[in-house]
Nanobody, 127 residues
Framework: QVQLVESGGGSAQTGGSLRLSCRAS????????IGWFRQTPGKEREGVAT????????DYADSVKGRFTISHDNAKSTLYLQMNNLKPEDTAMYYC????????????????????WGQGTQVTVSS
């Protein structure tokens, strides 16, 4: 059974930093696409950053390029999201997601490509 548990959310001021973690279990970690998504009330969940666990290729939403960095530790089956230069518009519930990579060489940012989700962690950025 795939389980994803996020941690590290909280509050920050504009320009500040936070680091999210997602501990994965129950599957062959390196065979999966894993990523971070976020959602605010009334809006659809959007992709923030993804990484191919077995190959390391990354993809980012335009809104976070240059500010957020996705990384992972295969030995710990843990995904990270380093968020720097935070903006109020980054305020959202952040979710970790995973699914089989199959033959992909890059992991999609579309939420519909992922079947396994964590419970979410709240990030609030104040101006």
């Amino acid at each position: 059974q795939v389980q994803l548990v996020e941690s590290g959310g909280g509050s920050a001021q504009t320009g500040g930093s936070l680091r999210l973690s997602c501990r994965a279990s129950g599957y062959a970690y390196s065979a999966y696409c894993i990523g971070w998504f976020r959602q605010t009330p009334g809006k659809e969940r959007e992709g923030v950053a993804t990484i191919l666990a077995g190959g390391g290729r990354t993809d980012y939403a335009d809104s976070v390029k240059g500010r957020f960095t996705i990384s992972h530790d295969n030995a710990k089956s843990t995904l990270y999201l380093q968020m720097n230069n935070l903006k109020p518009e980054d305020t959202a519930m952040y979710y970790c997601a995973a699914d089989l990579a199959n033959w992909r060489t890059m992991c999609p940012l579309g939420r519909l490509s992922y079947n396994y989700w964590g419970q979410g962690t709240q990030v609030t950025v104040s101006s």
